[in-house]
Nanobody, 116 residues
Framework: QVQLVESGGGLVQAGGSLRLSCAAS????????MKWYRQAPGKERELVGT????????NYADSVEGRFTISRDNAKNTVYLQMNSLKPEDTAVYYC?????????WGKGTLVTVSS
């Protein structure tokens, strides 16, 4: 059973930065495609970005392209989301997601609040 635990959320002013972490346990982390999602109050969960198993390729939602960066450290079983130039509309609960074959796992999320 794979467990994912996000951390690093909090309150930040617009224009600031945060780095989220997602620590994985219970499986072969280097085999997982990792994704970050977010869900703002009253809205559907949306994909923020994806990183491949080796970290060699990433892609992002248009809304965060150029501001957010996903990276991973397979030796530490951890994926990161570096968020820069934060905007109030980035306020959401951020979730880590792991996918391998037909299996998918979710963390419980970490709240990011961006004040104007």
């Amino acid at each position: 059973q794979v467990q994912l635990v996000e951390s690093g959320g909090g309150l930040v002013q617009a224009g600031g930065s945060l780095r989220l972490s997602c620590a994985a346990s219970g499986g072969a982390f280097s085999r997982y495609i990792m994704k970050w999602y977010r869900q703002a109050p009253g809205k559907e969960r949306e994909l923020v970005g994806t990183i491949t198993t080796t970290g060699g390729s990433t892609n992002y939602a248009d809304s965060v392209e150029g501001r957010f960066t996903i990276s991973r450290d397979n030796a530490k079983n951890t994926v990161y989301l570096q968020m820069n130039s934060l905007k109030p509309e980035d306020t959401a609960v951020y979730y880590c997601n792991a996918r391998v074959s037909s299996l998918t796992y979710w963390g419980k999320g970490t709240l990011v609040t961006v004040s104007s």
